[in-house]
């Protein structure tokens, strides 16, 4: 969840709309201007690419045995290791 929200926030400091309005308005305007509406664009592409992806690992042997062996270094390293940062992942957050 963490990745995922921090996935958005990136996205949404992109979005020129959202910028122009933070530096223009306090932060209750703020809320009221686009965000909201922004913030569901944001998150409509987000899981599109999602999609797009699982749809390519699911249909591509080569892709799924990639990443599987990208995601296995990377989890056994952190469940391993002891990494600062790593501790969501080790409580199964």
């Not at 664009?41 to 899981?47: E, G, L, P």
């Amino acid at each position: 969840m963490v990745g995922y929200v921090t996935t958005i926030k990136e996205k949404l400091i992109e979005n020129e709309t959202i910028r122009e309005q933070a530096r223009n308005n306090t932060e209750e305007q703020f809320h009221m201007g686009d965000f909201k509406e922004i913030l569901l664009d944001t998150v409509i592409d987000a899981k599109d690419g999602h999609n797009r992806i699982s749809d390519q690992l699911l249909k591509d042997e080569r892709i799924f045995t990639a990443m599987q062996g990208l995601l296995g270094k990377m989890v056994y390293q952190a469940l391993t290791q002891g990494k600062p940062g790593d501790a969501n992942m080790r409580a199964g957050l």
